[in-house]
């Protein structure tokens, strides 16, 4: 028999403001703990990647693996690749699929095994850049990338506006630049590449945006239990969505402003 009103759904009970606030604190916790998480992981995928990069273009064991190299009198490297090459240039794209369609049933552990090996076979497929541009511009776009990506990742982190609507408009841009990339492989144009390689920055920048406020968003709606599979594998994927970014921001930056190599 009821003796009371019932307090729980009242907001003027005693001790619910509190209740509440506690709530919203341990959510906020949780959202800045898997945050971090998630941005670990990028960093530690970006680490991999460069180290399996140097070590393709610097060890010349390893380098032999994958490019088939000869020096011109001037000391310049120039490279061919070889079929484990183009292996590593197209695998970064099977595990995005695996890691996509067989979400549920992958496990924790086999997601980040399968990020890891992702990140370690894009490193091998991005030496190619060191045969292209030189050692000083590749290293001054990416912290120049590094820059750019982090004011965008906390601009869509922190601000009010609802970056949702941005999501079709950027992946018909991201769809417009792939076509005009397989297009551009005909025509080698200049003027498009230029064009192609603006526009990829300004999309790639968006996206960034975009996929910070929808991984709050998301953790917000969810809350993923700490140390649960669920959690691991959400990290992972999430961390995968940001690296990629990154990556693409990083590649159509160098095209604008890196210096290349000097042709004998």
Known sequence: MAVGPDYRYTTNAPGWGRTATADAAAVDAGLRAYMLRVYNWMASGLLLTAIVALAVVE??????????????????????????????AFS?????????????????????????AFAACMGASLSNLAFRYTGASIASTFFITA???????????????????MGSFLMMGLIGLILAGIVNMFLASSALQFAISVIGVLVFLGLTAYDTQRIKADY????????????????????????????????????????????D
Do not use: H
């Open 220 to 263: 917000i709606e969810y809350s993923y239990a700490e140390g649960t599979d669920e959690a691991g594998k959400r990290s992972v994927m999430d961390a995968l969505g940001l690296y990629l970014n990154f990556i693409n921001m990083f590649q159509f930056l160098l095209q604008l402003v890196g210096v290349r190599q000097s042709s």
């Open 147 to 165: 820059g750019m990506y982090a004011a965008v990742s906390l601009y869509g982190y922190t601000t009010k506006a609802d970056l949702t609507r």
């Open 59 to 88: 060890v010349p064991a390893v380098r032999d693996l994958f490019w088939q190299t000869a020096q011109t009198p001037s000391g310049r490297l120039v490279a061919s690749p070889t079929i484990l090459w183009y292996v590593a």
């Open 92 to 116: 970064p794209l099977a595990f995005v699929l695996v890691l996509s369609f067989g979400y549920n049933r992958l496990s924790k552990s086999t997601s980040q095994a399968l990020f890891w």
